[in-house]
């Protein structure tokens, strides 16, 4: 075709992440995680209740959250002097993988009071069954057979949970495979701390900036160690994306609006930058939504404008605050 550029066909990520959920389960003995049949016939994968899983299961989940879109690498680097191991991702469409996939945006519950089970669904189940307004904003919708979904929970969904998810997906119970993974096991972490990319794509969408001038990205950030507690493992996974993490955004558009994105994409912008985030929830008395919303971001963010060739930079890392969250030294 002549006279313009090609609008891509969208591709499908349950397709794609199909041969990734069943490599996975054909080495779950190797990766240290466990498949069970549930009474419907739906597979409940334990990745780090009950079962260690590790690093490796973990960057695959990871894989499996975008989409089949995504490559996660763990790589050594000295950014910081006491954390070595970096989590890296790329994918080949960042809009869709991330936003379209590995977001946690699908709420599940079931039940009242201290035994409701509430979890953030991700992965690409929803893009077939979840009724998030994004997915419109997004113009995508996926089709498939099977599908999987990543929650990340210390314990199993109750069946009226699972039976949701068939049925929104309208899929058979048996092509359906939800894969668990608590924040404080190794594959939480990975599968968290990995979403960097995805952290950055969400505020761009947050900031107002259109999706469709977004052409590609990268993203790393340093490993954490897991934690005993859940709010300490939750306060250092968001901390080695808030100041460790590192994106590198190519857009088309505008000269000048890639130039205040990146002023505006760092975490450092927000007023609610500058202590550990496990410090700032216990500051708002564990109340999540009165957290900025604009502090979900990495420290460091490139912005290269395609159409002129130059690239705006803005934030910092901040090792300190990456050590005092870490190694836990905070009251």
Not at 316 to 331: K, P, T
Request: negative net charge; aromatic residues 8%; glycine residues 10%.
């Amino acid at each position: 075709m002549r006279g313009g550029k090609v609008k891509p066909l969208l591709p499908s990520v349950n397709r794609l992440a199909e041969p990734l959920v069943q490599a996975l389960l054909k080495d779950a003995a190797s990766l240290r995680i466990r498949a069970d049949t549930l009474q419907n016939g739906s597979l409940l994968v334990d990745a780090g209740i009950t079962m260690p899983g590790g690093l490796e299961a973990g960057r695959r989940i990871v894989e499996i959250c975008l989409g089949g879109l995504g490559n996660v690498s763990l790589r050594g680097a000295d950014t910081f002097r006491n954390w070595h191991w970096h989590l890296d991702v790329h994918a080949s469409n960042p809009v869709i993988a991330c936003l379209g996939s590995q977001y946690a945006g699908w709420s599940l519950s079931h039940g009242k009071g201290k035994e409701a089970f509430n979890a953030l669904a991700s992965g690409p189940g929803r893009a077939m069954g979840s009724k998030e307004p994004l997915f419109d904003e997004l113009g995508y919708r996926d089709q498939a057979e099977s599908t999987c979904l990543v929650l990340e929970v210390d314990r199993p969904p109750p069946m009226e949970v699972v039976h949701k998810i068939v049925d929104q997906c309208g899929i058979q119970p048996d092509r359906l495979t939800l894969i668990l993974t608590p924040t404080r096991s190794l594959c939480g972490t990975v599968q968290v701390v990995a979403r960097v990319l995805e952290v950055a794509l969400h505020k761009v969408h947050a900031l107002g900036f259109s999706l469709e001038h977004i052409v590609d990205g990268a993203g790393s950030a340093p490993l954490c160690p897991p934690a005993k507690d859940f709010v300490t493992a939750m306060g250092r996974t968001n901390d080695a994306i808030l100041f460790g993490g590192q994106v590198h955004l190519f857009v088309s558009g505008d000269e000048q609006a890639a130039s205040d994105l990146a002023k505006q994409l760092p975490s450092s912008a927000s007023h609610d930058y500058g202590k550990p985030f496990a410090q700032v929830f216990k500051d708002y008395q564990y109340d999540f939504f009165r957290i900025d919303p604009m502090l979900f971001s990495p420290a460091w963010v490139r912005v290269t404008a395609l159409d002129s060739g130059r690239t705006f930079e803005a934030g910092r890392l901040d090792e300190e605050l990456l050590d005092l969250s870490f190694g836990g030294q905070y009251d």
